[in-house]
């Protein structure tokens, strides 16, 4: 099963690996609780496949001690429930042999689906009052980026502040491509200038003749790389402020505002890593987060494309990290390890308790 939510949305889809996906369960804010015909033959619902708003009491969430099983359901209003001889049915139901590894899980799908239908949820023991683990303790070092907590006027904010390693790195590759450029471009005039002895065996070149206008086609082409390395310089943000009072996202190049996001069109938030799958320590070689928007598209946050030996947090096992699964799951503050992974559950607490979801990929 998949639990896909969002602000306005809530929809239960059943995976086969032998068939497509189907769909069901879906409810829109403000609709009615729409399912397929098997779920509604299941529960004995309406055979209509649809449930109103105003025949809805509850969204009921409650740990079952004989199934050993996290149960979610709603109630139904008594005209339906005469039917059924039971007002309550089951919507989900979420295994869990220990009692504890998804209790957090199942209270954010529950008090979505509660949102969305604009119902009261009611938490029975053990799941009432739910400890949140702690965030991993500002600020974090996540190469070219260092996340801090910043105070502004009252406000709480997170600030994404480039560090000054990349620009450094910018300038030494604007230097290195120029000191090329210019080799290449004096050799190859000298060439054509000249009557210079050129190699006529051990090139890859018919015609060693034409090699002077290869020189000056490189140079060239190192002018090109050090104008997108200048025009980064210029344009690229430099400082990211997730506002926690204002839920907004915005993007700025010194004191000019590049872009800005609404957290209210901001469904959740995604960490994702390339890495490397052999080896005693997990290598991280590409790190990105990512931002998934409400109508399902995503705006990127930020990128590290440097190779990372030291991606992992301290006190967290590597062997453990290293044999993690990959691909899409939830990310729980429990299982952050990396500064990353650390990251993108600070922004998505900041813009409203979002969830994270972390995308792994092996080298």
Known sequence: MLVDYSEDRWRLIQLDAAAAPTLLVEVKAGRSFRYDDDFGNRRALPPLGEVAPRDIGEVVLGWSEEEAAWQLGMTLAPDLSFSRSSRWFEVLRIDDPDQSRSQRTVQQIGLALADVLGKPLVASAPGDAIEEPPLIDLPLDLGDWVLQARAKAGEGELQFARDRRWIRAKYRQIAWYGLLAALYAWVSIASLSHQLALPNAGTLIPDPSLLPYLGLGVSLLLLLMIALHIKQIAQEPDTL?????????????????????????????????LVKKRGRQPVVFHGEINLQMIDGSFRRLLVEDDKRADALLPGHDALAEKNRPTGVSILEPEAVATALQAAAAHVAVSLGDLPVWYDRRFK
């Open 241 to 273: 402020l997730i506002s926690a009072d204002e839920l907004s996202v915005s993007a700025l190049r010194g004191d000019d505002l590049r872009w800005q996001v609404d957290a209210n069109a901001v469904q959740s938030v995604y960490a994702s890593e």
